[in-house]
């Protein structure tokens, strides 16, 4: 394997930036790209698919070549060869820092990266680089306020009906990332309703999912129930990726054709239900075996990214460098602490995204819809 680590350019922060600066050029493109909508929608999404990947291939780059992690996916051959090739819901759950990232490496595996869709919440919309790209990419925002949300979600799942690319609409059902303190709360919770108690999971908020699969039914072929662990009890994180750590993930996939979830709300709900049961047992058997159920098959890994990055840094390593010339032969101080300044302001802004993945903190929508169920 190609070790990305010997080139002088690849530190936390250089890289970072570097992704950092890219985004934002890419982002304005994408501005840009706003006039062909009124004249030509399907164009613009295409469009968008393609400059959307150029974003996030970078930083599934981190995790493919930069930091080496494996990625073993253990599945059923015969869905295997499906995959990528049909509009799909992926439920994935929420246990990991980079469990987002892991979600987008199997997008990547099967040439859906660039037309992946989530539903998010409303505060992303506002971040630079991921949710401004977005943004252009029709993502479904919510502000988890579902009286607020329910038709607004509904609108947005519907407008991707007619979209012309294979797509996966990635979401995590749990709506928040598990940590011991939520985990505890969620299942006074289930007490409280009666429902069954879950060891690795949080209880899954079912109205997302249940409107999901109504608006993009008979649009969406199946459900890929994902379920990720990480070998050795790692507990990897994106700072830890950003400084070339390898770790060693295992996810396991199970197709269910879309037939098999029912249309009713509460038969939904239940269904739902039962599937996140499933998924404690599947990582109850990884916990003690160490395998998921299924054929263990690691997919090569596609070029794209790769050459993605070296064409992005090629392009744009020359005229930044000239620019910092230009500027240090100035000799003009407010220049130079003009320059300075976008520099510390960039590796802020590249710290507090990275600080959006970290557990410790996460958000507390868990822990404050508990309490309201309580009263």
């Known amino acids: 394997m190609t070790d990305l680590r010997l080139f002088p350019e690849f530190s936390e922060y250089t ?5 950092f600066f890219r985004g934002l050029i890419i982002n304005t493109i994408q501005l840009f790209t706003l006039i062909l909508w ?11 698919c393609r400059l959307a990947y150029c974003i996030s291939s970078q930083l599934v780059m981190l995790l493919e070549w930069w930091s080496g992690t494996d990625c073993t996916l253990y599945t059923h051959p015969e869905d295997y060869h499906r995959y990528g090739k049909e509009n ?19 997008c990547e595996r099967f040439g859906v990266l660039g037309s992946s869709k989530v539903l998010a919440k409303k505060e992303l919309s506002y971040v630079p680089l991921i949710g401004w790209m977005w943004y252009f990419l029709e993502i479904v925002f919510c502000t988890r306020k579902w009286d607020e949300d329910r038709r607004t979600v509904m609108q947005a799942l519907l407008n991707l009906r007619d979209y012309p690319e294979n797509f996966w609409f990635l979401i995590h059902c749990e709506g928040t990332r598990f940590t011991e ?58 700072l830890g990726v950003l400084n070339g750590k390898k770790y060693h993930a295992d996810l396991y996939v199970r197709r269910i054709p879309l037939e098999e979830v029912p249309e009713d709300e509460e038969e939904c709900s239940s269904w739902l239900h039962k599937l996140y049961q499933e998924k404690d047992a ?32 090629l392009l744009l390593l020359y005229p930044l460098f000239q620019l910092l010339v230009n500027m240090v032969s100035s000799g ?44």
């Not at 050459?307 to 992005?312: D, Q």
């Open 88 to 106: 799909a819901i992926v439920i994935l759950n929420h246990n990991f820092e980079i469990d987002f990232l892991c979600g987008w490496n199997f």
């Open 38 to 48: 009124p004249i030509n929608k399907q164009l613009f999404r295409r469009i968008n």
């Open 282 to 313: 599947f990582q109850e058997q990884y916990y003690q075996t160490g395998t998921y159920p299924g054929t263990a098959i690691v997919s090569p890994r596609r070029p794209w990214t790769l050459l993605n990055w070296l064409f992005w840094a």
């Open 181 to 238: 303190q939520k985990h505890q709360i969620s299942m006074q919770v289930a007490e409280a309703k009666g429902l069954p108690k879950l060891k690795y999971h949080l209880l899954p908020r079912t109205k997302g999912f249940a409107v999901t699969v109504k608006c993009l039914r008979n649009v969406v072929s199946a459900v890929y129930d994902s379920t990720l662990n990480f070998r050795n009890n790692e507990n990897p994180t994106l």
């Open 332 to 375: 003009s101080s407010l220049t130079l602490a003009s320059f300075a300044l976008v520099i510390f302001v960039a590796s802020v802004g590249v710290r507090w995204m990275i600080g959006v993945t970290e557990i410790n903190r996460g958000s507390a929508y868990g822990k404050d819809d508990s309490k309201q169920q309580q009263k």
């Open 15 to 19: 890289y970072s930036r570097g992704v």
